[in-house]
């Protein structure tokens, strides 16, 4: 069905090392923001777990995609709700023996998964104190992706992906973008909301980045601060830490009308 608006909620949370806590909160969340109107709902990534580096049990819930009990939860979610549902990020198997894409999965309002992306930019940093190294556990991701909801064309990105403004433009004229996210907290309090911003006005898009937010059991502290962002820059909702749900509506008139004043994207150059 297309349609000139959409109503999105984004669930922000703190996940535990426990899957099926995490599986439990979300699904409860999920029919709240169902209740409240939603139309899309988007988890962040990891939401369904975050255990230290060296915790094997991570590894023991990865699933072959489009195969599994979490996500056979996830689209009978999204059928129940009659919701489309983007899954933050899941571990799925690789043909690569011991090493997973960090995936992201969409699935539409009768439970089928309608899209997949596999996370491309793989978070490296270190800064003395706090080091992570995603190349050690996940492949990169080659493939971008748009998928159609509701006549809304929506980009589908994961955390670290907002440092590429490349990687947007390669998804040609959006209307919106989704970055379900664990941003840390020394990266997120510098970088956040600026690279949000950034990407939501150059590509005239709406930009709805949903994070982890808070100190996990593991000692590791998430940034939070989700929020959705429309195409000029505006902040129509956000949040701070701990699990929330934000919500916002979608325009294709507002979208139309900043384009048509400002038509920045017909003016790129092909260079």
Known sequence: MVQTKLNVAAIQIVSARSWQTNLSLVTQMIAEAAMNGAELVVLPEFFIQIVDATDDDRFRIA?????????????????????????????????????????????????????????????????????????????????????NIKGFRVGLSVCYDLRFPELYRQMGIIDACVLPSAFTYITGLAHWEILIKARAIENQCYFIAVNQGGIHETGRRTYGHSMVIDPWGNTLTACTEGNTIIYSTLSKQIIQDIRNSLPALEHRKNS
């Open 63 to 147: 699933e072959k995609l489009g195969d599994g009990p979490i996500q056979k939860q996830l689209s009978d979610l999204a059928a129940k709700y009659k919701i489309y549902l983007i899954a933050g990020t899941i571990l799925i198997k690789s043909d690569n023996y011991g090493k997973y894409y960090n995936t992201s999965i969409v699935y539409d309002p009768s439970g089928e998964m309608i899209s997949s992306y596999n996370k491309i930019h793989l978070f490296k940093f270190n800064d003395g104190t706090n080091s992570y190294d995603e190349t050690e556990t996940f492949l990169p991701g080659r493939d971008i992706v748009v998928c």
